[in-house]
């Protein structure tokens, strides 16, 4: 089954407000994905449940990494805490690309998450 695509989402650095923000409802079965629009952008995340859950962005190798051996950097985990917590790492454009600047999405239960670019200027 294919992943289901995540749309990225532009935000004012300077008065851009959550409530400007969708948030999408993600599942572990069909995984997730969104193409990387370069630079950083971020992950926020809320559980919806009652414990805590985590959420994977698998790493893949690439060149000049620090793990230079295997050039290949660590996967991103993110562990949310029971409800009504919200959770936000930065992804960053360089170790994640699975191809054609995708970057999977792997929530280890049912969760909701919005992928954001912050705009530099107002």
Same mark, same amino acid.
């Given at each position: 089954m294919p992943r289901t695509a995540i749309t990225v989402q532009t935000l004012a650095a300077y008065g851009g407000k959550d409530e400007d923000l969708t948030l999408t409802l993600v599942d572990n079965p069909n995984g997730n994905q969104f193409v990387h629009p370069g630079g950083d %952008?971020?992950?926020i995340i809320t559980n919806p449940t009652a414990g805590?859950?985590? %959420?994977?962005?698998?790493a893949v190798a690439?060149?000049?990494?620090?793990?230079?051996? $295997?050039?290949a950097t660590n996967?991103? !985990?993110?562990?949310? $805490?029971?409800?009504p917590n @919200?959770? !936000?790492m930065a992804i960053p454009d360089k170790g994640f690309n699975q191809?054609?600047? @995708? %970057?999977?999405i792997n929530p280890a239960a049912l969760?909701?998450? $919005?992928? @954001?670019?912050m705009?530099?200027?107002p």
């Open positions: %952008v971020m992950l805590p859950l985590a %959420v994977t962005i698998p690439f060149p000049g990494s620090f793990n230079r051996g $295997a050039g996967d991103i !985990v993110i562990t949310t $805490a029971a409800t @919200v959770s !936000v191809g054609s600047g @995708v %970057v999977h969760l909701t998450i $919005a992928i @954001v670019k705009t530099r200027t």
